[in-house]
């Protein structure tokens, strides 16, 4: 009999729960009766499913993610909070009670995830602004379109938090007071969680990973190679759902120590490939030494999703419009690349070599993205086109970092294109063409001519190769009228 159990703490009721490996939290909070986080887009595109889980080391701060996509088992010695734990019809919440006197729920399908978003935020140590709490939304969407009301609820959650009637006494459910020491009592391992006879989703395993050299023995001892490194898992679950499309065996990533955390070494930064991209984003280090970087990353997906996606992901599936890859490209990263017999450093500019694949080995993995700190003097810029500025996947995306002399001369420039090719690439002709000439001398023209040998984009549902093609070169227009404007040297 496979025990393949997890404990964690669902409100203030300790749980202990048989998961299977293609469980997702959402499933698993179904099936004990926990209904008002709703299963609407299964993709982590609506925000219906969200929640909240304790944010590992920061006692009382909670980040929201969408259920539907999260592997069950990934919730092991974890603090969960549902829309239920916040309150009742008859003790409602203070959030809820703001919603609900502004008219702010019409079907209310949304109206859990809503609250769970703003919640989340309120529990952050931090200045709440109007922008901040309506990004916080950015993850949610209303599909009555009841947005009005929502913005007008935040205000008046704003309000009470700028007067202190909303403070850390009733932000916070009583339950959490308490909730450290108890989750400390959880053991820190599980065993690995193996596929259950009546699971009609076949995967062999899933499991939690704590260092480096066990998942180095793991895929060693491994027969089979059809196996997935998991971090955030937010493309490999929405796979999973709405694809179908699974692996044998999951090894999970995202506990392992060595592959967590972001520090300054020298002249270069090094990102654990487990750490959230929220966590990047939030940096104080990025902030000082990469800030195009979090200018990719800041607009890419929603809160709920950064918060578990990390960039070695958005490397890893090799997709020709991941925004990280496109900035990392371009700020000349390189990836620490580990297998059970050696470890090697690459540039990621090598490391795409064709759609959606890689000069990964079958057993290698990304441990590390390093990345030179930003010289000063030197122009670094990101630009991403989608239909809507939140929760939308780029149609174009570019970066372009350049040194520029005195007298206007363009010495160096690292130009990038995602959405345009298959993988995210320099654009070499342009380059050659653009570097040493005067950049209030450019021939657009000529550099359009290049440009269209260094990318043939195809259309598709996102855009016309025309259309791509016409953004390809108004990229590198607006990249220089920036920098133009960033120097305030307009001539
Ligand atoms: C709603 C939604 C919106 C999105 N919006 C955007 C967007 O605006 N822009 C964008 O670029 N992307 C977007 N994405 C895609 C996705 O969120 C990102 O690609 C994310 O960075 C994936 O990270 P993850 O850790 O969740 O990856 P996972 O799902 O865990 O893994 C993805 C791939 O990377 C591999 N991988 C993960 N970690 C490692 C490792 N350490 N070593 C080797 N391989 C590894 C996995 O094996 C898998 O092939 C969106 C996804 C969703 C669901
Ligand atoms: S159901 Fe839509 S994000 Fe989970
Ligand atoms: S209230 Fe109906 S979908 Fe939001």
Redesign the pocket.
């Known amino acids: 009999m496979i025990e393949n159990n997890i404990i964690f703490y669902l409100n203030e009721e300790k749980v202990k729960i048989r998961v299977k490996p293609s469980e997702t939290v959402l499933n698993i909070l179904h099936k004990l009766g926990y209904l008002g986080a709703k299963e609407s887009c299964n993709?982590?595109?609506c925000g219906s499913c969200t929640i909240a889980i304790n944010n590992l080391g920061k006692i009382g701060e909670y980040k929201a993610i969408?259920s539907c996509?999260i592997p069950a088992t990934k919730m092991h010695k974890r603090h969960v909070i549902t829309i239920e734990g916040l309150g009742t019809p008859v003790d409602t919440h203070p959030i809820q009670q703001i919603i609900f006197d502004n008219h702010a729920t019409q079907c209310g399908f949304c109206t859990p995830g809503i609250i769970m978003s703003l919640f989340s935020k309120l529990t952050e140590k931090k200045i709440v602004t109007s922008e901040s709490l309506k990004k916080s939304l950015e993850?949610n969407l209303c599909r009555c379109t009841g947005y009005q009301h929502i913005i007008e609820a935040s205000e008046e959650i704003l309000e009470n938090v700028n007067n202190a009637t909303l403070n850390s006494d009733n932000i916070l459910p009583s339950f959490c007071k308490d909730i450290q020491r108890k989750i400390n009592e959880i053991p820190d391992k599980i065993e690995q969680i193996e596929n259950p006879i009546d699971d009609v989703i076949n995967i062999q395993s899933y499991t939690l990973l704590y260092s480096i050299d066990e998942l180095k023995e793991k895929i060693q001892k491994l027969n089979s190679k059809n196996y997935?490194?998991?971090?955030?898992?937010?493309?490999?679950?929405?796979?999973k759902n709405i694809q179908k499309k699974y692996y044998s065996h999951y090894f999970d990533?995202?506990r392992i120590p060595e592959?967590l955390g972001i520090k300054l070494i020298g002249e270069t930064i090094e990102i654990g490939?487990?750490e959230?991209?929220e966590k990047i984003i939030g940096s104080d280090i990025i902030k000082t030494h990469i800030s195009s970087l979090n200018k990719a990353i800041f607009?890419?997906?929603?809160r709920?999703?950064?918060n578990?996606?990390?960039?070695?992901?958005?490397?890893?599936?090799?997709?020709p419009?991941?925004?990280?890859?496109s900035a990392l490209v371009g700020l000349d990263a390189s990836l620490l690349?580990i297998s059970p017999k050696a470890e090697r450093i690459v540039k990621l500019e090598n490391y795409f070599q064709g759609y959606k694949s890689t000069i990964?080995a079958e057993d290698?993995?990304?441990?590390k993205i390093i990345i030179p700190i930003q010289k000063e003097n030197r122009f670094y810029n990101f630009i991403?086109t989608?239909k809507r500025k939140n929760?939308?996947?780029?149609t174009v995306?570019s970066f372009c970092s350049m040194k520029v002399d005195s007298k206007g001369k363009i010495i160096d420039i690292r130009l990038v294109y995602g959405g345009v090719s298959v993988f995210p690439q320099l654009a070499k002709n342009a380059i050659a063409e653009i570097k040493n000439h005067n950049i209030y001398n450019l021939d657009y023209d000529r550099i359009e001519v290049l440009l269209k040998k260094d990318f043939m984009p195809i259309s598709d549902v996102r855009a016309s190769n025309e259309y791509r093609n016409l953004l390809i070169r108004n990229h590198l227009i607006k990249h220089i009228a920036t920098y133009k404007m960033e120097f305030n040297n307009e001539k």
């Open positions: 993709e982590g595109d969408t996509i993850g997935k490194i998991i971090s955030g898992a937010s493309d490999l679950f929405v796979e990533v995202s592959m490939a487990s959230p991209i607009w890419m997906s929603s709920q999703i950064r578990v996606a990390t960039l070695a992901g958005n490397i890893g599936n090799a997709s419009i991941g925004d990280a890859s690349l990964l290698e993995f990304i441990a991403k989608s929760m939308d996947i780029s995306n």
